[in-house]
C-alpha cells in the first residue's frame, strides 16, 4: 500500500535498473526452451480476461458467449488487467454476508483506495485539528503540580513554589515552540519524531524515539480519557464508582469512530476546541472579576465549597526539599505534551504550508501559555485547594475554578466542563491517528509486521487502531482510571522525543549549513538543552513512581523493532529456491501414498501421471493379508503405476515414508520430488476427531524439506448438507485418507 | 489393525469379487491411454526397492552403486515389498531423539506387530486372571448393603434385614452365574455383552449394552481404587486426607503400566488373587473361631473397638420401609460386577476352551458367594457396627472384621488390608483391558473413533487407556473418592449389560434350536428376568442419588456412536471425487498467484509450466504504479506466462481471486484447476505474525471447491540456524508471499 495515492502510468514510464533487466533476460532465456503457456489455441481456448465463457452448443462444437464480464463483478482497464468491482469483492455466504452487513452498519460500506483524499486545513481550522492534544493538556497539567505537594501532606506549601514552577514550565514551552519552528520550515512533508531522528542520528536514535512516542501515544488516550471523566464525576458525583468503566466506554467508542474512518475533519474538531478556549478564557476572566471585585480573596472563599487552604497540618519547608520541587515541576511539564502535533501536520495545510503551520504554532504556544498562567495564578491567589485524588469523591482543580466563576450546577459550570470533556475525548482520538500512521511508517521501513501497513475496508489503519484501544484500556484498567497515577509514566517518552528530534535538527543544520543556520542552530539547540534537562528531570525523580517502567518498555521496543526489522531482511536477503525456475530444468518425480485402491486414490495418481511419467505409489501398512489383497487388486487394475509396499512393523507412518522420500531424493538428486496427498475435507468439526491428522502432520514435516513440493488432491463427501455454508466460511479442515495403519 | 496375527500369504491367494474385478479391468482401460509410469529407464533411473544409489562418476556418466538397503532402515522381502526395520522408524532429530528415550525408559522400547501373542491360561491361572473383578467385589459389597440403613439413620435395624438381602443377592448369583454357563458354550470365541446382544437382538440392542459396559468400565475403575485407599485409610488412619490425591497415584500408576503393555499375565494376576482367598477365608475362619470360642458373642465384643451395636437410637420399623430395603438389595448387588470377565475371556483357556471356562466360572461362582455369606454372617453375629462413610475416620467393614480376627495392626490384619488392596487394584486394571478392547470393537464396526483401533508402540490400545484413565480420575475427583457415593451410579450398568446379553441369549436358543436348548433357555430366561428385575429396582430406588446420571449418559452414548457410524458410512459411500481418476481424461489449468517477478515467483511459475501448458499468472494489486512495474519486468522477462492484473481497488485478496477463479472454471467447466502457491516456510514461531496468512486461508478455501487442486511451492530462510532443528519437529508454519496489498 503506498501512502501517496496511486496514479496512473504507463509501463512505459517505469524505469528498470540495468542489473534488474539482465537478471530478467537471464532468467527469460531459460524459459525459451520451452513454448509460451498456451492462452487461446482452438479447443483449448482459455481467455484469462474473462470476455467469454464457454457453453456446450451441438454435441463436438463449442460456442463462445462474448461481453459477459460484468456478470462476474469485474470491469475491463487494459488488456490483461481487470478491476475487481465491490460485486466481486462481496461475501457469498448467507453467514458471510450477514457478518458483512452487520460491519456495514457498524463501520460502513467498504470504501475504494481512491477515496483516500487529504483535506487541506486553513490556519483557523488547524488549530483546532492539531492542538486539541497540547490545548488539553491545562486540564490536567496545572493540577499536576500542586497534586504533588498534597500526596507528600504538604499541600498548604504549594502555594509558596506554584507561581516558580509554571515560570519554568513557561521557559520550557518558549524553547519547544521556537526550536519547533525550525522543524517545521526543514521538514515542509512533515517532521515527526521517528523521521528526523532517522534522518540526522540513524536508524537506533530514530526507533528510540518512535518507542518513545509509541509508549506516549498509548498514554495520551488512558491520561485524556481518565481526566475527560475525572472533569464528569467532578461534576455528577454519583458516577464516581463508575469510572473505569466510563473511560472504556469512551475508548470503545472512539476505536469504533476511528475503525469507521473519521477523517481528521476540521469541522468535526473546530467547534469544541473553540468552545474549550472560549470555555477556559471565560472562567479565567470571571475567577479574576471575583477577585478584583472582592467577592473572593485570598483564603476568603469559604462561602464557596472547595476553596481555601485548609489543607492538613503545614510542615517544616526543609522537609519540602528541591526534590519534591523537581517533582512538580516534572508533573507540571505533562502540560506540555501535544505540541509536536503541528510540526508532523505540516503538509495538511493550505499553501505556504511551512509558514502558515510556523503562524500556527505560535498562536497555538501562546493560547496554551496564557491558559495555564491564567489557571495557576487564579490558583494561587483563590487559594483553591486541591484535592487528593485518593480520597472520597475528589474534585478537579477546573470544576473547582469553574465553581468559584459561575457557581456549581450553573450553566457555565455545565460549559466549562462539557467542553473539557468534549476536548479530552479529541485529544485521545488524535492518539488514535498518530499511533497507526507511525506503526505505518515503521512497517513501511520493515520495523513492525506488515500488516500495520495494510488500510483496513474504511480506509483507516485498523489493526494499528485496534492495538491502540487494547494497549490504552489495559492502562486504565491497571491504574483504575486515576490520572494522577498514570502522569509519572507520561511525558517521560514526549520529552525523550522532543530531545531525540531537536538534537537530530542541530545535527542537520551543522551538516547542511543552509542559510540562516546559525539562528536556527541555536534555537534548536536551546530546545534540545531544556528537553534534555526536562527528561532527565523526571527520569530521576519519577523513576520509583512509575518511570521505570518506561524506561524497560522503550529498549524492549527497540529491540523488538530491530528483530523484526532482521527478520524481514532475511527474508529479501536469504531466501532460498531449491526448485529450478525455469521449466526446462524442471524434472518431478512423484510420490503418491495410498491406503486402497479406489476412486480417490486413482484421481491422485491421475494428478501424478498427469505431472510426470516418474510416479511411485507407496502402501504403508503392517497387516500382510491387507498387503496381498491390495496387490492382487493391483495387478487387476493393470499395473499403471508401479506399487511399492513399505511394511512398517512398528505402526509407524510418517517416518518410514520420509525415510522413503530421503532415499528417492539421493537417487535422483537433481529432480524435484512431488508428494501427492488425497485429503478428506471434512464439513464438520467434530469429522477432524475422527480420522487421524496424518496429512496435516505429514505436510507440515515435507513443507520444510527443501524443494519438496506438496500437492493436495481434495475429496469431499457428497451431499453433505453443510457442503456449502462450510465453505463459504472457509472453515476447511484437512483429513486423510493415506494411512492404513 | 488387524485382531488376528497377520499371516504371510502371496497375493495368489486372495479372491477378488466379481464386481470388484470389473471395476478395476474399467478403471485400468482409461489409464492404458497413457504408457506406464517409468521406472528404469536410461537416465532417468528410479529404483523403488531402494537396491541402488545414483552417484556421479565422470561428467555425463553415472555409476550405479547395488546393495545399500541396509542404510537406508529398509530390508527387503520382495520385489517391490520393503519392510521398515526399527532404524528407519527412529526419530532423527536430538529433541525427537531425546523424547524418544525418555518414553523408552518409562514405557520401553517400541515392540513390531508381530510381537503381539496370547498366552493360553490353566484353569488354575484363569480364575486368578479372570476373577479379580468379581472376587474384589466382596471388599465393597456386604458393606454397601448395610451402609444403606446407616445412611438412613437406622443402622440398627440392618440387622433385622442383611441375611434376608443377603439370600437374594445369592439367588441372583446363582441364576447370573448358571445363565454365564450357557454363554460359554455358545460363543467360545468371547461373548462379551456388545457382541452377544449385537448378535442376537441387532444393533442397537448392543450399542446399549456397550454404552453400558463402558459407563461401568469407568466406574470399575473409580470405585475399586476408591475402595482399596479405603482399605488403606482404615489401617492407617493419617492417610485419610490424602484419599483423593492417593487414588488419583493410583490410577496413574494402572495407566502407565498398562501403557507400558502389562500383559494378563497368569503369573503376575495369580499370587495376590490367591493371597486374597486365602486371607478372606482365614479372617472369615478367625472370626466364626472367636464366635464359637466365645471371645465374642453376639454384641459383646466391647473389648474390640469399632464393634458392638452402638448405632443412634433405634427406629420404628415403619419408618424403614420397603423401599430401604430394596435400595439395601440394589447397593448389595454391585457384588456381583465382573462375573461376565470369564465368558469374554474364552479364547485364552487352553483347550477345551469351553469346557475349562464353565468349570472355572462355577468355581468363582462358589468362592464368591461363599465369601459373601461368610462375610455378612459374620458381620450379624458379631453384630459389627458399620461406619457413616462421612463421618470422621470412617473404617472398612473388612479392617473390623480382620480386627476382630488378628487383632488391630497385627501380621494376619495387614495381610488381609495388603491383599485386599492388591485385588482391587488387578480389578481395576482388568477394566483397562476391557475398556480399549471395546472400544477396539466399537470403532472396528465404525462406531467409534478410527484412533481406538490403533495399536500404540507397546502393542496397547493406548487411546483407549487414555481415556479410560481421564474418565475414571474426572469422577474420582468429582466423588471424593467416596465409594458409596459412587455406588449409586454403579452396577446399573452391569445389570443392564447382563440382561441384554442373556436376552440375546435367549432369542439365539429360540432362533437356533441347537440341542438342548430347552434346558439352555430355561436358564438362560431365569437369569434375564432376575438380572432385569435387579436392573429395574436399581433403576427405581436409586434415581435420585445418581441412577439418572447413568440414565442420560447411555442414551448419549448411543447416540453418539450411531452419529459416528453414520460419519464413517458417509465417507464409504458418499465420497465425491470431482477430479478425472485417468490421466488420459484430466486437463490441469494452473493460476499462479504472484506478487513480483523473483525466484519465488519464477519457481512457482515453473513448477506450474511443467504440469500444463495452460498457465495464467494472477497479480492481485491496488496500486497502479506497482502494477506498470510489474508488467514492465514480466515483458524483459519474456512473458513466457500470460499476466493478469486483477487490480482491487477494495483492497479485498481472496474473494476476487476466488470469484476469478470460478470464471476460468466456468469457460473449461471439463478441466481440473491447479492453484499453484509459494508458501513462505516460517522457520520461528514468531515469524508467523509477521507476515498475513493469506496463503493458509486460501488454501482453506479453496479445499472446499470442489475438484480444485493446490500445490504448495515452498521456499525457506537460507542459513536459518532453526530450520534443521525445526524441521525435526514438524513445527511447519504456513505463510505468504503472494499478497502485493
Redesign the interface.
Known amino acids: ?2 501512502e501517496t495515492p ?6 512505459a ?2 524505469q ?1 535498473a540495468d542489473d ?2 539482465s537478471a ?2 537471464q ?3 531459460a ?2 526452451l ?6 487461446q489455441t482452438g479447443r ?7 470476455d ?3 457453453e456446450r452448443g451441438r454435441p463436438g462444437e463449442r460456442y463462445l458467449r462474448v461481453g459477459r464480464p460484468k456478470t ?3 470491469e475491463h ?1 487494459a488488456p ?5 468491482t ?1 460485486r ?4 457469498t455466504g448467507d453467514f458471510a454476508r450477514l457478518r458483512r452487513r452487520v460491519r456495514s452498519v457498524l463501520l460502513g460500506a ?5 477515496d483516500l483524499i487529504h483535506e487541506r486545513l486553513s490556519k483557523v481550522k488547524a488549530l483546532a485539528v492539531l492542538s486539541s492534544d497540547a490545548l488539553s493538556s491545562v486540564a490536567y497539567g496545572p493540577e499536576q503540580i500542586v497534586v504533588v505537594f498534597v500526596l507528600a501532606g504538604a499541600g498548604a506549601l504549594a502555594f509558596n513554589y506554584d507561581l516558580i514552577i509554571m515560570g519554568l514550565i513557561g521557559w520550557v514551552l518558549l524553547s519547544v515552540v521556537l526550536s519547533y519552528r525550525q522543524t517545521i520550515k526543514a521538514y515542509p512533508k512533515g517532521g515527526g519524531s521517528y523521521i528526523v531522528a532517522k534522518d540526522n542520528l540513524g536508524t537506533l536514535p530514530g526507533l528510540i524515539a518512535a518507542a518513545a512516542l509509541m509508549t506516549d501515544y498509548v498514554l495520551t488516550v488512558a491520561v485524556s480519557i481518565s481526566s475527560g471523566i475525572f472533569q464528569l464525576t467532578s461534576a455528577f458525583p454519583g458516577l464516581v464508582s463508575w469510572a473505569v468503566p466510563l473511560c472504556l466506554l469512551a475508548v470503545m467508542l472512539i476505536v469504533g469512530g476511528n475503525l469507521r474512518g473519521i477523517r481528521e475533519s476540521g469541522s468535526i474538531f473546530a467547534a469544541p476546541t473553540y468552545a474549550f478556549l472560549v470555555a477556559m478564557f471565560a472562567m479565567i476572566a470571571f475567577d479574576f472579576y471575583r477577585i478584583v471585585s472582592g467577592q473572593c480573596d485570598h483564603g476568603a472563599c469559604a462561602t464557596l465549597p472547595h476553596v481555601g487552604p485548609n489543607y492538613p497540618a503545614t510542615q517544616a519547608l526543609a522537609s519540602v526539599g528541591i526534590f519534591l520541587i523537581l517533582q512538580a515541576f516534572a508533573s507540571g511539564c505533562s502540560a506540555l505534551t501535544g505540541i509536536e502535533a503541528v510540526s508532523d501536520g505540516v503538509p495538511a495545510f493550505k499553501a505556504p504550508e511551512w509558514r502558515n503551520a510556523r503562524t500556527t504554532l505560535v498562536c497555538m504556544g501562546v493560547l496554551l501559555g496564557a491558559m495555564l498562567f491564567g489557571i495557576v495564578v487564579a490558583t494561587h491567589i483563590l487559594g483553591v485547594r486541591v484535592d487528593n485524588p485518593n480520597g472520597t469523591n475528589p474534585q478537579a482543580l477546573l470544576s473547582k475554578l469553574a465553581t468559584i466563576a459561575f457557581g456549581f450546577g450553573s450553566l457555565g459550570y455545565y460549559f466549562v466542563i462539557g467542553s473539557t470533556l468534549l476536548i479530552l475525548v479529541l485529544a485521545a482520538n488524535t492518539a488514535f491517528s498518530d499511533f497507526p500512521r507511525l506503526l505505518f511508517f515503521l512497517a513501511r521501513d520493515n520495523f513492525a ?3 500495520f501497513r ?2 483496513g ?1 474504511r480506509l483507516a489503519f485498523s489493526n494499528g487502531i485496534f492495538v491502540l484501544g487494547v494497549l490504552a484500556s489495559v492502562l486504565i484498567i491497571v491504574f483504575g482510571g486515576d490520572t494522577s497515577r498514570l502522569i509519572p509514566l507520561y511525558a517521560i517518552g514526549v520529552f525523550l522525543a522532543f530531545t531525540m528530534s531537536q538534537t537530530g535538527m542541530v545535527v542537520r543544520w551543522w551538516r547542511r549549513k543552509e542559510p540562516s543556520w546559525r539562528t536556527s542552530i541555536i534555537f534548536n539547540a536551546i530546545g534540545a538543552t531544556m528537553t534534555a534537562v526536562v527528561f532527565i528531570v523526571f527520569a530521576v525523580v519519577k523513576f520509583l513512581e512509575g518511570a521505570w517502567v518506561v524506561c524497560i518498555i522503550i529498549p524492549s521496543f527497540v529491540a523488538l523493532f530491530m528483530a ?1 526489522h532482521r ?2 531482511q ?2 529479501v536477503d ?10 526446462a ?5 512423484c510420490i503418491v501414498p495410498v491406503a486402497e ?1 479406489n ?2 486414490a ?2 491422485s ?3 501424478a ?8 505409489a507407496v502402501h504403508i501398512c ?8 491390495l ?3 493391483w ?18 507412518f510418517t ?2 515414508l520420509l ?2 522420500i ?3 531424493d ?4 537433481d529432480d ?1 520430488i512431488i508428494i501427492v496427498l488425497p ?3 471434512a464439513t ?1 468439526w467434530w ?1 477432524a ?4 491428522q496424518t496429512a496435516l ?1 505429514l ?3 515435507l ?4 524443494g ?13 448438507p453443510h ?1 456449502r455454508r ?2 463459504r466460511r ?3 479442515r ?1 483429513n486423510d485418507d493415506i494411512e492404513a ?1
Chains 1, 2 share one sequence.
Open positions: 500500500m503506498s496511486p496514479e496512473l502510468s504507463g509501463s514510464a517505469v528498470l534488474e533487466v530478467l533476460r532468467a527469460g532465456e524459459w525459451s520451452v513454448p509460451r503457456a498456451r492462452v483449448d481456448f482459455i481467455d484469462p480476461d474473462l467469454g465463457r464457454e462476474q463483478g469485474f482497464k490483461g488487467w481487470l478491476e475487481a465491490s466481486a469483492t462481496a461475501p467498504p470504501l475504494p483506495t481512491r509486521p506488515h500488516q495494510r488500510l475496508e523484526i527478520h524481514y532475511e527474508v536469504h531466501v532460498t529456491t531449491e526448485i529450478p525456475t525455469s521449466p530444468r524442471l524434472k518431478p518425480v485402491l476412486d480417490v486413482l484421481q495418481l491421475a494428478m501421471r498427469t505431472i510426470s511419467d516418474s510416479v511411485i503392517d497387516d500382510e493379508e491387507h498387503i496381498a489383497r496387490r492382487a487388486r495387478d487387476v487394475w493393470g499395473n499403471h503405476v508401479p506399487l511399492e509396499v513399505l511394511e512398517s512393523p512398528y505402526r509407524s517416518r518410514p525415510r522413503y530421503d532415499a528417492i539421493k537417487q535422483r538428486s524435484t485429503e478428506l475435507v464438520r469429522h476427531l475422527l480420522h487421524n502432520r505436510k507440515a514435516q513443507l520444510f524439506r527443501p519438496t513440493v506438496v500437492i493436495s488432491v481434495p475429496y469431499h463427501l457428497q451431499h453433505a457442503v462450510l465453505r472457509g472453515e476447511a484437512d495403519i
